[in-house]
């Protein structure tokens, strides 16, 4: 029962905390520099880790698809399944899970680590709202850079694709572009790209939440940066469940 | 802090530079960043399209539905607006028309807007294409079906006409029937009915006209057997169904379709190879059958008064034998087209001179006589005979004494001894030159001629 | 004392959960006076500085800063009165992402708002100077040894020339020499700026140099306030021990 209590309260938690950060990302003074400081961070940092995810993931995909499409003398469909697969789900999946493994680590350990050496107490001795200043500029770098990155990861496993594809049928780029293109369509990419968002907002929210809560030495790093990945990780994909019935509702030409 | 603005730069230029990048390149890009021009059509039944279906120029993508107006009422029609790429704009004429087609067995429906042909002006922006309806395969064969019962009916009718000329010629040759049976079982031998001149030539015109029908009727009747062929050997039902199938292929025009049945009517009921054209032979039957029984009418009605005369004048072409000259009996076309019976006595066999010296049938004669009215026994009693007398005395007079008497014995032979009906046997001495159809040229003796009956 | 006092505690208690932090602590510090906290570890001293900065609420009882009750102003308020405040905590806090400059310049830009960015950087040098970094500007703390990151958190403090420095144990895990410097600043800083000066120290030696009054803290109680001599007649066993115990 209390166990219960305990969750729902924490929900209840986690949910007014994100609430509060999208409200404060609307009330002036903007903390711009720390803005800009975690697109550098969450996004630029990120960006070597999605690319190579990405370009692997691109050149696995393409040898399985290639394996299983070979059986039924569909190659030409490889590069229309790998852009597919990428635009719809994938691109926005993996992107969202290696953010938040990279960057949601980084948020609650890195929060939790300012909140023990006082370096939070610090900042609203100068009346700073440290949590406009740190967790607010978080979530909404995640939110904003979410997208970008599942841009990388769309076109990174695409480049990979063409590689592995080139490798073993010297497939030449236009012809793959343009099946890769031919049949996605704005709505299996814009959406699924922008919907990206969302899972920044998970991300940041609940990788802050521990963050900015946590109060104790180094086994409370330690912990919040755990739970920050676990919590945020599941959320993504249960999310995303929701988020693809949503974009079905909406553009419903594109269940496929 | 340090911000590496450089590398935000980097970072947010290139990723929205690659979202350009997508965007261009997904498939429905051109749509958006290319001129467009809206179309109309209007439709009763929308077919499954909607808003965002996509609209093909002859085959070629093209842009979409943008809108669905519904209509107000159940006759009303849904307006569609049609958000077309400028770049195809030209092959968009006034005369084109809009489908609504779909993608394989399973795909997607979308709009095809079948290219106008190029006489046709470039229809205008905003113009409203003719919309063809979606053909249902079920109002297809419905409506093929209607076609094809109108050709059932049609074809039935054509039988029925075919099948009332056959009966009218039946009815005729029956009536001709009759008028022979009339006159065999009429009044006395037709030769002595035959005095009054006048009655004579009505008759003789009577049966020219009967003549003249008859010939009418057979050349109907053969006419109406062409037809009957021609509708089989041109098989219509199949060219029918051809064109049925045809029509499904087509699955766009109806009105295309019924004109095509048409055709295919006409065709088959047009010229044939040989230029026979069945629907002028099925006219022209017609016409020779109307003529035809109405000539029968009038003819019938005019022998009902004596009806002695019907049929077996006409068909002989004579009245008595009386009235004719061996010559004429020789040469005439009734005799020789009859296939006849003859039975040739030999006058040193058949004949012999009794104790007064005058010339009787032998018993060998007598023999001869039994065996060929053996031959048809029973039918004998309305069998009418011809009894051909020949003799080639040196003297024209004995001849035609001898012929004529010899002619005579044989007659009473039969009259007694078999009992035969006088108005049934003709007496027609020859002297010594026999009818050219007979197969010999002179004889001495006597020939009985049994005459084929009249069907 | 026709001056209000610095700091005036009435009756402050602060709990967290269950736990009774601070139970009934009164006080007063006139301007320009020194006092240094002194108690074991968990007894609430760290607490006590953070209510006089307005970073946590006492549950009750009033906590005044030149009479206003920090409690109850609101966040305008609360940035005026700050901006009088220097605050040297525990570990230094520097903000780790930034320079040791950028650290100094951050309350510069946020409690200040009137100085150019010349007059900054000229503040900024001066300060660092008198803390003894003035090599050490463009270094990150995670460069700095334990006594560089105090004497920045130090500076940090001290950038905005406050009129009352809160210190939270800055001479601790340091050496006799660095701890001896920094009582020297702040002694100087106190001289020369009349400010008054709230220490939290472990090192009584060091306090009853700094200190005008001393403040015994045990258990969250108030258990000594006074001179060092005067708590070293007191007749709590406590006190006595912590004042004297050290003193060898
Ligand atoms: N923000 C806080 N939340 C909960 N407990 C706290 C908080 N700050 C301090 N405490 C508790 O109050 C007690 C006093 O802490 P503190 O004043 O830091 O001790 P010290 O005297 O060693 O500085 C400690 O036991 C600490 O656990
Ligand atoms: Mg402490």
Known sequence: MSMLRDFFTFIGKVSCFGVKALVGAFQPPLEWEFFLGQIEEIGWRSLPLILAAGFALGVVMSMHTRGTLVQFGAEAMIPTLQSAAFFNELGPLVTALLVAGRVGAAIGAGLTNMRVTEQIDAIESLSVDSFKMLVVTRIVACIFVLPLLTVFMDFASLAGGFFSEHATSHISLQLYMTSAFKTVEWANFIPPTLKTSVFGLIIGTVSGYFGYTTNEGSQGVQRAATNSVVLSSLLIIVVDVILVKVIFFFFPGQAI | MKINYAAIGVFVLSAVVLFSVGLFLIGNSHEAFSRHVDFFTELTNTNGISPGSKVKVSG???????????????????????????????????????????????????????????????????????????IELSAVIAKMTGVMDQANVTIGDIRTKADGTLDAISATVNNANGIVDGIRSGKGTVGMLLTDQQTSNSVKAAVGNAQQATANLDQVFVQAKQVMTDFQSRDLSQKAEDTLNNAKDASRNLDQTSRQLNVALNEALGPDRAGDNAAENIRESLANVNLATANMAEDTEALKHEFFFRGFFKKRGFYSLQELTPDQYRSNSYFESQRSQRAWLNATDAFATDAKGNEVLSPAGEQQIDQLIGTIKNSVIDQPIIVEGYSNQALAADEMVASRSRSILVAHYLEEHFHLSARNIGLMPLNATAPASSGKSSWDGACVVLLAKVK | MSDPPAIEFQHVSKTFGNRKVLVDVSFKLGKGEALCILGRSGTGKTVTLKLMDGLLKPDSGKVCIESEDIAQVGEKDLSRVRRHIGFLFQSGALFDSFTVGENLALPLHRLDKTKSSAEIQQAIEETLKRVGLDHDKDKMPAELSGGMSKRAGLARALVLNPTLLLADEPTSGLDQITASEIDNLLIKVKKDLHTTLVIVTHDVRSARRVADHIAILDQGRLVGFGTASELEKSDNEVVRQLVSESCI
């Open chain 2, 60 to 134: 070629f993508s093209a842009g979409q539905v943008s809108a669905i107006q519904i209509p107000d009422r159940p006759s009303g029609k849904f307006r569609l607006k049609l958000h077309v790429d400028d770049k195809l704009h030209k092959l968009v004429r006034e005369d084109s028309f809009v489908t609504v087609e779909s993608d394989g067995l399973v795909g997607d429906k979308f709009l095809l807007i079948h290219d106008g042909t190029d006489q046709a002006q470039q229809a205008p922006r905003g113009a409203t294409l003719r919309g063809q309806e979606p």
